[in-house]
């Protein structure tokens, strides 16, 4: 669980510096459809529908 937090923290705050998925599955050593996972919790969480939103409400709410 604490595990699947971290992967999830680090995916969010790959994406805020704008890289794409590929990228990064690459630096996490994890495939895109388990990066797509793990943007869908953040959507979810953040109860956002976009990267744009979801990174804007990162920011703003001190999590990246």
Request: charge should be positive; charged fraction near 25%; proline fraction near 0%.
């Amino acid at each position: 669980k604490l595990q699947e937090f971290m992967v999830t923290m680090k995916s969010l705050q790959l994406l805020s510096k704008g890289n794409s998925f590929k990228m990064i599955a690459a630096e996490l050593g994890i495939s895109i459809d388990t990066v797509r996972t793990h943007i869908k919790r953040i959507y979810d969480k953040l109860h956002v529908r976009s990267q744009i939103e979801a990174v804007s409400k990162a920011i703003n709410e001190k999590l990246v």
